[in-house]
Each structure stands twice: as C-alpha cells, then as structure tokens.
C-alpha cells in the first residue's frame, strides 16, 4: 500500500495546516511553543485571513515564529511587539494585527508596552506564552516564575524577600477597558488544545470586527529550562502552574469599554 | 511661489510632515520639540489627508510604533529631544539593521543627562557615528533655517527611502523655537494601498498574497557568514551615500585664508561673524555642512589645500572637529584645525566667534 492509498480523502482525519511552512521546528521537542503555533496556523487559514494577518514575532524563544507560519511578519525588539504592532495597526486598519510573546518579553521589559497598548485597545491580539521562565536566554528567573521555582539565576528557588512575587499579568489586563476578551488556556492536552484554539479563534474574530484588545495567555511548559522530561514538566504544570495562573476566560465583553464586564476568578 | 507663512520651526515640522503625504507620526513629548506633535494634533490631519497621530506612552513605544508602520511601506516619523533619541537608540538600530526608510527629527537640547531644555549640539557623535549599537549609519540633515525645517523633511523621506534607512533631521531648540517667514510646500498625496504594494510589496509588511512568498522584516540573522553579507551591504550602501549624497554651502570661501565650518544655528551665527571678520580685512569664509553623514569631507579636503586654517564652531565641547581635523589630515595638507564651542544650552555670539577665529587661529 502506497500513502496514496492510505490517505484517502475520506480516510483523512486531520492534516497539517496549509499555513504551516515545511522548515524544522528549532524548538525543543516537549516544547509549547509548537502546538500554539499550529493552532495559530489553523485559525488563520479557517478565517481565511493569510492576505490580511501580519504577525509581530518577539524576543525570545519564538523569534523565529516567522519562519513557520506563511503570513507576512515583523520581528519586534524585545518587550516592543505591541507598539510595533501598534504601528502597523493604526496605518493599516484593514489589516489584522497579533503580537506572540513570551512572559519575560511580555511581562518584564515590555509591561509598559502591552499595558498601553492594551489601555488603548488597539485592535490586535496578542498571543502570551507563560512557560514561568526565561526560555532563550537559558532558564533565568522569569516576572511569573513561581515562588520557590528553581531557575538558573535562583538555584535556591524563588525568594519572595529577594526577587518578589510572580507577576498575574493577564489578570491587570482584564482590568484594562480596551481589552474585550482575556483569557487563560492551556495546550498540554489534545482537549485542552481544542479549547484553546476556540479562544484564538474568538480573539482573530474580535479583531476582525473591530472590538479592541483581545488577549490569549497559554500556560506552556518549558521542560529544557524546567530541566524536566516532557512529561514531568506537564505534571508540573498541572500541580504547580495551574493552581497559581487558573485556566479560563477573565473577560469575555461584547466589546471593549469602561462598561467591559470582567469576570472574577 | 508657495504659501507663505510666519511660523516657528518645530510647526513647520509638522506643517511639511502632512502636505509631504506622510502617513503617521508617532511621538512623546519632550521640550523643546513638543509643537511638533501639538500642532500635528490641532491640525487633525487625519480628517484631511488620512495622516494617523498618536501620543505613546514612551519614546522606546514610539520608535518601535514607527518600526511597525515603517515595515508595512508607509511613510512613518517621529520627533523628539535629546534624551528621548537616547531612549530610542535601540529602536533606531533595529531599524536601520532591517533596513526600513523612516524620519526621525531631533530637536537638540543640552546634556548630559537631564541637562538643560536651552539648544544645543551636542549629540553630533550619537546622530553620526550611529547611536546605537552595531555597524549603522543615519542620513544626517542639518537644518539652518525654518525654511530648511520645511524642505528637509520630504528630502529626508526622499533619502529614507531611497537607500531604505533611517534618516534624521538633525535640529536644535533654536531652530525648533524661532519663528520665521517660511515657504511651504505644495500639498502632495499620500500613497495609495495598491501604490505602496507596487513600490514596497516585494520587502514590506502590506499582507502575504499569492503573487508573493510572504515577507519578514527582521534584523536578525544567526548564520554569522550571512550576517557579514548584511554588514557589508549596509557598508556599501553607505559608501554610495558618501558618493551621491554629500550636501553642503559654502559661503564667502573663494578668496578666504581662514574658513569656519558650522551647521545648523552655529552656522547662522558664523554667518554673522564672517560679515564681521572682512570688515576688519580678514578673510573669512564657511562651509556649512548640510548632510553630517555623508560629511563633505572632500569639500574639506580640497579647501585645506589653500586656506591657512579651519575652526569649528559648535553648541558642544568640540565634536564635528574630529571629522574636520579627519578630512584635513587626509589630505596631507598640514593646516591648523581649532575648534570654538559654547555649551550647556548657550548660543554663541557672532563677536565671540570672531573673536575667537583670531585669538585660536589668526593670532595663534
Ligand atoms: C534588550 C534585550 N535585553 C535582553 C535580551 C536577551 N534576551 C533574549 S530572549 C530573553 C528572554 C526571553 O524569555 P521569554 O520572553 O520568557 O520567552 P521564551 O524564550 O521563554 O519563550 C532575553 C532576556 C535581548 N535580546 N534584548
């Protein structure tokens, strides 16, 4: 039996996004990063969106985003992707504007910049990938790393004294009127996936008709920078990540404005 | 002719930014520049010509507002003062390292530090030898004049996108602060969505369509051998400016033995101090750079052929002289090069330069 034959249409089940580009994946295998990649891809190409997305890749890990997805991309310095995505936004309002940053990007040197845009409700989406560590850089303490969490700039762990407490971003840009839906997801499992692609998908239509800030944080596993196996660091996060960073909608409003109802946790 | 118009500097920024057809400004306030986006915000040019203004919350946002929009092929610039450029270096690197055409207006004030709101020159060395890090070079435009304020920012967009990199209009608070007759420019277009897919669509950010592999706009490479490529091209690009693009004045130099070499208001002021000098029988010429980078270090070179000497008059404790005393020594021709500066946000006068050209020089 040739592959022909196995894949018959009726046969096909599920495929590899259009979108997806063929180049190798430089990211570790465990890593989240690759399944929020896909579910982006699958988005963008249900929507039918490719013409008009323009993707704003960060510092970090995922860097190098744009060589995976087949949209047009502008690689952000670090912390900067929403005023870059900012700037392509306010020049091109038919377009469809996503930032995907990791928490040190996001919520450490960039937190003036996404809490503004945010404020502004810039209409785009932004894509949070909060792994509880520095990725790139070699696992350094992260603004979300978890008290007491072993990284390599605190091998004692976390110390609330020195270092302070892990930052809930995504819960103050709940609080943000310009935003319209914030969300928490998770990728680790097949059903978690879906769910989470369901909130990627809701956020590219929030954009699409125009209701500001849409906000997707997914809370991934980093198991290179965890030092873990694939399989502890998603037991880990299961124990540890999601009892602190809770899986689900903060906010989910008609559309953004003082009036935006946010939920509470 | 033009219509004419009394304005002060800083405004006419702003004035040429939306009848050149520019497509956004992004800005933060600062003084002595802050009738830049002030007067952009009263005019509502987003009624008018589409124009997108808006305030960030830093000058770190606003360049990287400015590399976004830059990216996606619209004719994008911001303003600041000194030390809002400083916030901005990395942005402007990134920039000029992916290789995106935008303005950028510096309306100088004095340093280090907080230093003082009084105009100055003193970030010659940031706005020329780069600023940032890595190998870059900005256009440098020197404006002497309200006039110059005017016609310096389509010239800017012309060169920006030209050679696809950032270029700045190097100004100070005097400039920006003073009012003078102005002749503004005709009011041109801005680009259409299909006119810039035209132009820019084979790099820029205007949206991946099937006549098309999609575009990235980066400035990183991690493959060392084609990071060099890149730093060579960039190198050769900016040689090509060197070439094509030196603009300078030269005023009273024919007959001089002495020159002064100035830009912006030191330039206006020497100006003065010439008209001085052959009063008392001297002769005393200038040479005004117009682009800092490329400097007219030819011009430079052929004048130190003849002349007895050179003083540099600047806002700064001696900068643009390297790049004189640079070009002189090229030229194998021995020739004093002295430099006369007045910092901390004070403005030279004509008699003190005068003064000086004969104490440094002349006497010396
Ligand atoms: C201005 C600046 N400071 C520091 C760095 C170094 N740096 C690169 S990636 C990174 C951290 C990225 O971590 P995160 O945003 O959590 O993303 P991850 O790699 O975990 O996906 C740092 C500090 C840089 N590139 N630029």
Known sequence: MDLAEIIKPENLVYKKPNLLTNKTMHYCPGCSHGVAHKLLAEVIEELDIQEKTIGVSPVGCSVFAYNYISIDWQEAAHGRAPAVATGISRVNPDKVVFTYQGDGDLASIGTAEIMHACNRGENMVVIFINNAIYGMTGGQMAPTTLLGQVTATTPCGRDLERNGYPLKITELIGQLPGTSYVTRQSVHTPAASRKCKKAIKKAFENALAKKGTSFVEIVSTCNSGWRMTPVDANNWMEENMFPFYPVGDIKDAEKAGPEAFTKKN | ?364
């Open chain 2, 1 to 364: 002719m033009g219509e004419l118009r009394l304005m002060k500097g800083n405004e006419v920024i702003a004035e040429a930014a939306i009848r050149c057809g520019c497509d956004g400004y992004f800005g933060y306030p600062i003084t002595p520049q802050s009738e830049v986006m002030e007067t952009l915000m009263a005019r509502e040019p987003w009624d008018e010509t589409g124009m997108v203004v808006l305030q960030a919350e830093s000058e770190v946002a606003s360049i990287n507002m400015v590399y976004g929009a830059a990216g996606s092929g619209k004719k994008v610039m911001t303003s600041s003062s000194s030390p809002g450029i400083s916030l901005m270096a990395e942005g402007i690197s990134y920039i000029a390292g992916a290789e995106l055409p935008c303005v950028i207006v510096n309306v100088q004030r004095g340093g280090p530090g907080l230093g003082t709101i009084q105009p100055s020159q003193a970030d010659y060395f940031q706005s020329t030898k780069g600023g940032g890090h890595g190998d870059y070079k900005l256009i440098v435009l020197a404006p002497a004049s309200v006039q110059e304020m005017n016609d310096f920012v389509e010239l800017a967009f012309q060169l920006a996108f030209k050679y696809r990199n950032p270029a700045m209009i190097l100004s100070d608070g005097a400039i920006g602060q003073m009012m003078e007759k102005v002749e503004l420019s005709d009011f041109q277009p801005r680009l259409t969505a299909e006119e810039i897919k035209a132009r820019y669509g084979s790099w820029a950010t205007t949206g991946k369509t099937a006549d098309r592999d999609y575009n990235i706009v980066t400035s990183l490479e991690m493959d060392s051998a084609k990071m060099e490529h890149n730093n060579l091209r960039f190198q050769e690009k900016y040689r090509t400016m060197e070439e094509e693009e030196v603009r300078y004045e030269m005023i009273e130099c024919d007959d001089a033995d002495y020159v002064l070499v100035a830009f912006g208001s030191s330039a206006r002021i020497c100006q003065k101090s010439v008209d001085i000098a052959r009063a008392k029988g001297l002769k005393v010429g200038l040479l005004r750079p117009i682009t800092l980078f490329p400097f007219p270090k030819k011009s430079i070179a052929e004048l130190a052929k003849r002349v007895k000497g050179f003083l540099t008059v600047e806002m700064n404790a001696g900068q643009m002289i390297e790049d004189v005393q640079l070009a002189v020594g090229c030229s194998g021709n021995n020739v004093p090069v002295k430099h006369f500066g007045r910092m901390g946000g004070i403005i030279p006068t004509p008699g003190e330069v005068a003064e000086a050209l004969e104490q440094k020089l002349i006497g010396g």
